[in-house]
């Protein structure tokens, strides 16, 4: 999911820190098989996995993301990363290895129809109606049960990439009409984001 920069904002204390001394990927886009099948679920938690999650932080910083599933740098591993606010603008940092997420049901539901994007189908935003609290359970990238949950666009990102992590984008929530406007944004915007994008961003 993209970011909307805002640098004043406290930290969760229940994030963790990022790994640093990643390398920047290609995002992979909408349309790769990768991205519309479930991923496999990690059990090795090595260095190997680090390196991925290390990776998967230095691109989403490039593309100036606040989530970013392995999925979206072609990997196919049930992983993700996020560095988000909540709707109280308090930031949550965390990665989540096979997600699952819970929302509220029944009267205790209430849709969030905010816009919504995708790091793997740049440029485009549309109405998304999600609920407007999520809790995701999984496992740090050492293998330790992790919690996070939240508000605001936080329960978005949640949502969102735990998603991806099921081979689902969210243009597969939209309508037509939706889908339909959402890729002509994308389209109007795709000299703004080469094939290796955002390879080499940081750097300009």
């Given at each position: 999911?993209?970011?909307?920069?805002?640098?004043?904002?406290?930290?969760?204390?229940?994030?963790?820190e990022l790994p640093t001394g990643g390398t920047v990927r290609p995002v992979t886009r909408w349309g790769e098989a990768v991205m519309h099948r479930k991923a496999r679920p990690v059990t090795i938690y090595d260095d190997d996995l680090r390196v991925l999650v290390a990776d998967l932080v230095a691109t989403m910083y490039a593309a100036d993301?606040?989530?970013?599933?392995?999925?979206?740098?072609?990997v196919d591993l049930a992983v993700f990363v996020f560095d988000c606010p909540d709707a109280d603008r308090v930031t949550h940092r965390g990665i989540v290895c096979n997600p699952e997420v819970e929302v509220p049901e029944g009267p205790d539901r209430r849709l969030d129809e905010?816009?919504?994007?995708?790091?793997?189908y740049p440029g485009a935003?549309?109405?998304?109606?999600?609920?407007?609290?999520a809790r995701v359970t999984g496992f740090g990238v050492d293998g330790s049960p992790v919690v996070f949950e939240?508000?605001?666009l936080l329960a978005r990102c949640l949502q969102h990439e735990t998603d991806h992590?099921?081979?689902?984008?969210?243009?597969?929530?939209?309508?037509?009409?939706?889908?339909?406007?959402?890729?002509?944004q994308m389209e109007a915007?795709?000299?703004?984001?080469?094939?290796?994008?955002?390879v080499g961003v940081s750097d300009e």
């Open positions: 999911m993209p970011r909307t920069p805002d640098t004043s904002v406290p930290v969760s204390p229940t994030s963790v993301g606040v989530g970013l599933a392995a999925c979206q740098i072609g905010d816009e919504e994007g995708c790091l793997s935003f549309v109405d998304c109606a999600r609920p407007d609290f939240g508000t605001g992590t099921l081979g689902t984008v969210f243009g597969d929530r939209l309508n037509n009409r939706a889908r339909k406007r959402l890729r002509k915007a795709a000299p703004d984001y080469p094939a290796d994008w955002p």
